[in-house]
């Protein structure tokens, strides 16, 4: 049976165990799981951490543990730890949660968070921004603010951080990160470091086509000359506009579904009677009818719940199937 098999195993038990009796035999197991993983590969610097809770990572508030989380120091840690990782150990990276449902069951395998190694942002000549990818993209328009460079304010109204917005190819105001990027670089499964240029990252709405296992690590983004005064009064509009238009102080996931071509989600959300729908503590924002709003207590599977009823009332009213533009990740229930 291959290691991975033995740690799901104990998860297994783990599991079965937690429901019974108290959580610090949950707990001690989880450790185990943690413990067999160091010990198969060489020392990392990060912290690995077991059933670690994802709920105060996400903006909804919502979700179960991580099996293991891996917080890597560095690109150089993380690509070690990768590539001593065992083959058959799911791996997810998470952002700052702005645009994730994690479910109730938690995640198997190994969470990746980066921190404060990935979190460098330096002004480049010719006007361009070098960032990490735990850098939030409000940093980055306001070095861009800073040091007069144009072009990159519309990161101001993005709550992601920048390797969210390289996955998402995150946008706003009519620009987005593909309009901006010049390079990404990233780690995929097996530790390998790799260099994307704006072509190869293959971006089209809210999407990169970068394989799924590429744990991005840093950008650079391309402005233009402009003047620190006009940008600053761009990112003003921005922000008033956010916060008349957005239920920004909510716990929610931005906007839910991706628009469909030619037409708006929330046109279609409204237009099906779904404004302030509720299933338990989760509803449909009044706000903006495309925003799903954890009200306090909502559980990961009555939001996701929500996100599909408003799916099967939109398509009966219009026939239109939304896709969902938050990312799920997880299991429903406890047993992973
Ligand atoms: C109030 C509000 C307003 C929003 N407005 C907008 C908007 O105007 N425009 C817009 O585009 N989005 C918007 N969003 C959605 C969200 O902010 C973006 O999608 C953002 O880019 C997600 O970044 P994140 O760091 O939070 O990623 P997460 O939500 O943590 O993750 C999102 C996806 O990115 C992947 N990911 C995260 N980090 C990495 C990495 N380092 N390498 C590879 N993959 C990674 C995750 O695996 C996941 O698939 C909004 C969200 C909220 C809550």
Request: glycine fraction near 12%.
């Amino acid at each position: 049976m291959p290691r991975w098999e033995q740690w799901r195993d104990a998860r297994g038990v783990a599991a079965t165990a937690g429901r019974f009796s108290s959580g610090v035999r949950v707990g001690m197991i989880g450790e185990q799981t943690v413990a067999s993983l160091k010990a198969s590969m060489p020392p990392v610097r990060g912290r690995l951490l077991a059933d670690h809770s994802l709920a105060e990572f996400t903006w909804f508030r919502v979700g179960g543990p991580a099996q293991i989380l891996f917080l890597p120091e560095d690109e150089a840690d993380l690509a070690l730890f990768l590539a001593n990782l065992p083959d058959d150990v799911p791996v997810t990276v998470i952002g700052l949660g702005s645009n994730l449902i994690v479910r109730d069951g938690g995640v198997p395998g190994v969470v990746i968070r980066l921190g404060r190694g990935f979190s460098e942002i330096v002004v480049e000549p010719g006007n361009r921004i070098r960032a990490g990818a735990a850098v939030p993209d409000v940093k980055v328009s306001r070095a861009a603010q800073e040091a007069a460079i144009a072009g990159l304010a519309f990161f101001r109204g993005i709550p992601g951080a920048i390797g969210g917005a390289l996955r998402m190819n995150g946008g706003a105001y009519g620009r987005e990160t593909k309009d901006a990027l010049v390079e990404a670089r990233g780690i995929d499964r097996k530790g390998q470091m790799h260099v994307f240029t704006n072509h190869e990252m293959l971006f089209s709405y809210r999407h990169c086509g970068v394989p799924e296992d590429i744990i991005f690590t840093q950008a650079v983004f391309q402005g233009s000359p402009g003047h620190a005064d006009v940008i600053s009064a761009e990112m003003d509009q921005i922000t008033q506009s956010r916060e008349s238009t957005q239920p920004i102080k909510s716990r929610t996931g931005g906007s839910t579904f991706k628009n469909p071509p030619g037409q708006k989600a929330w046109q279609l959300i409204d237009a099906a009677g779904c404004r302030g729908l509720r299933i338990g503590n989760a509803q449909v924002s009044e706000m903006h009818c495309n925003f799903l709003i954890n009200l306090g207590g909502a559980s990961a599977s009555d939001i996701e719940t929500l996100g599909e009823t408003v799916r099967s009332r939109v398509r009966e009213h219009s026939g239109v199937l939304l896709e969902w533009e938050i990312k799920r990740i997880g299991c429903q229930n406890s047993n992973r």
